[in-house]
């Protein structure tokens, strides 16, 4: 069975590099895309961006899911000094962020990759650390429009899903190849689905004589699927953010790029996440958790310096958007907002990988 495979390395990426991609648009990134939380999010940034500057550094921040660019095309318009590394796994994303952000080209370095390939990203800038790292996790708002990426349930497409479209793995194979062990495991690990078992006896009696390929195709099973009377929202919804996890590998992408951004930050740099369901905050959860407390084994009389925590907390739980700003984007309406700040020297370069990645092993 073919498995998703991972933007290999981090590559800089030219805005005509992929033949005119977002030529037939008829909307520039900027009328399309509203950013979330975008005055939060710069201010927890600022005092990063303010501690580079004060020890005399060029400040540079790392906006891992770079989508359609407003959130980095704020910080550089407000910012003259800073540099941006953008991430992002979607071509036509990349492009059309260029596009926008052509006045700071000379200020921004995209690449296209997985946002957990950080390492990669700092190595084709040149650098070794940044001040400020921002995750926006989840769809963009650019790929739900997109109607032919099939990540949404509200209109008929091709069963896709992929963010990055140079992937093998698509929404189709997995709905028409998984069997009922695997497909359990998807939506009930990604998509919390109740009511799995039905549609997945459902799934497997459709594809025997007619194998799935729209987005409308299968929304409708599910709805038929679905017990009568269900409330919670459209019948669809989990089982779509499931299969959108599973192929795109999302939960395994971030854990790695958690890790890998706590040790990415210099000294006073800030990380900033905002997640959309409760898998991945969850996991930025524990991430941060990790980060902001001592490893020191209880009733040492003296705190070993190594087993101090690095980071300290800047947002108390999670943080939601207030109801004037999901009035103006409806999208912003799931979002939850979560950072931290370094508040130690880097004991190693590889610090946080290397501790995760242990537990890792060890709790398997």
């Given at each position: 069975?073919?498995?998703?495979?991972?933007?290999?390395?981090?590559?800089?990426?030219?805005?005509?590099?992929?033949d005119?991609?977002?030529?037939?648009?008829?909307?520039?990134?900027?009328?399309?895309?509203?950013?979330?939380?975008?005055?939060?999010?710069?201010?927890?940034?600022?005092?990063?961006?303010?501690?580079?500057?004060d020890?005399?550094?060029?400040?540079?921040?790392?906006?891992?899911?770079?989508?359609?660019?407003?959130?980095?095309y704020?910080?550089?318009?407000?910012?003259?000094?800073?540099?941006?590394?953008?991430?992002?796994?979607?071509?036509?994303?990349?492009?059309?962020?260029?596009?926008?952000?052509?006045?700071?080209?000379?200020?921004?370095?995209?690449?296209?990759?997985?946002?957990d390939?950080?390492?990669?990203?700092l190595?084709?800038?040149?650098?070794?650390?940044?001040d400020?790292?921002?995750f926006?996790?989840g769809?963009?708002?650019?790929?739900?429009?997109?109607?032919?990426?099939?990540?949404?349930?509200?209109?008929?497409?091709?069963?896709?899903?992929?963010?990055?479209?140079?992937?093998?793995?698509?929404?189709?194979?997995?709905?028409?190849?998984?069997?009922?062990q695997?497909?359990?495991?998807?939506l009930?690990a990604?998509?919390?689905?109740?009511?799995?078992?039905?549609?997945?006896?459902?799934?497997?009696?459709?594809?025997?004589?007619?194998?799935?390929?729209?987005t409308?195709?299968?929304?409708?099973?599910?709805?038929?699927?679905?017990?009568?009377?269900?409330?919670?929202?459209?019948?669809?919804?989990?089982?779509?953010?499931?299969?959108?996890?599973?192929?795109?590998?999302?939960?395994a992408?971030?854990?790695?790029?958690l890790?890998?951004?706590?040790?990415?930050?210099?000294?006073?740099?800030?990380?900033?996440?905002?997640?959309?369901?409760?898998?991945?905050?969850?996991?930025?959860?524990?991430?941060?958790?990790?980060?902001?407390?001592?490893?020191?084994?209880?009733?040492?009389?003296?705190?070993?310096?190594?087993?101090?925590?690095?980071?300290?907390?800047?947002?108390?739980?999670?943080?939601?958007?207030?109801?004037?700003?999901v009035?103006?984007?409806?999208?912003?309406?799931?979002?939850?907002?979560?950072?931290?700040?370094?508040?130690?020297?880097?004991?190693?370069?590889?610090?946080y990988?290397?501790?995760?990645?242990?537990?890792?092993?060890?709790?398997?």
């Open positions: 069975m073919t498995k998703n495979k991972r933007a290999a390395g981090s590559q800089a990426v030219n805005a005509h590099a992929f005119g991609a977002a030529s037939g648009r008829v909307q520039s990134a900027a009328e399309r895309h509203v950013p979330v939380l975008l005055e939060r999010c710069l201010d927890l940034l600022q005092p990063g961006i303010d501690a580079a500057r020890a005399g550094r060029t400040p540079w921040v790392i906006d891992a899911t770079l989508g359609m660019g407003g959130h980095t704020q910080l550089l318009a407000r910012n003259p000094d800073v540099h941006v590394i953008g991430i992002d796994r979607d071509t036509n994303a990349l492009v059309m962020a260029s596009e926008r952000l052509t006045e700071y080209s000379d200020r921004l370095v995209p690449c296209h990759t997985t946002y390939n950080i390492d990669e990203a190595e084709t800038a040149g650098i070794e650390a940044v400020g790292i921002l926006d996790l769809v963009s708002s650019y790929q739900l429009d997109e109607r032919e990426r099939g990540f949404a349930y509200s209109y008929d497409a091709p069963l896709d899903m992929r963010m990055d479209t140079t992937a093998e793995l698509t929404a189709a194979e997995v709905v028409n190849t998984y069997t009922h695997q497909l359990t495991r998807v009930k990604y998509g919390e689905e109740r009511h799995a078992r039905r549609i997945i006896d459902a799934i497997l009696r459709t594809r025997e004589t007619e194998p799935f390929t729209t409308g195709q299968l929304a409708q099973l599910i709805i038929d699927a679905y017990p009568r009377g269900t409330k919670g929202g459209h019948p669809a919804k989990r089982t779509f953010q499931a299969l959108r996890v599973e192929v795109n590998n999302e939960l992408v971030l854990e790695s790029a890790p890998a951004a706590l040790d990415a930050v210099a000294n006073g740099g800030r990380i900033v996440v905002m997640s959309y369901q409760s898998l991945e905050d969850r996991l930025v959860k524990y991430a941060f958790a990790q980060a902001t407390t001592s490893s020191a084994p209880v009733g040492l009389p003296i705190e070993p310096e190594e087993h101090k925590a690095q980071y300290r907390l800047i947002t108390r739980g999670n943080e939601k958007p207030t109801e004037r700003e009035e103006e984007n409806s999208r912003a309406a799931a979002a939850r907002l979560r950072a931290v700040e370094r508040i130690r020297e880097p004991l190693s370069r590889h610090h990988t290397d501790r995760f990645s242990h537990r890792s092993r060890r709790n398997s």
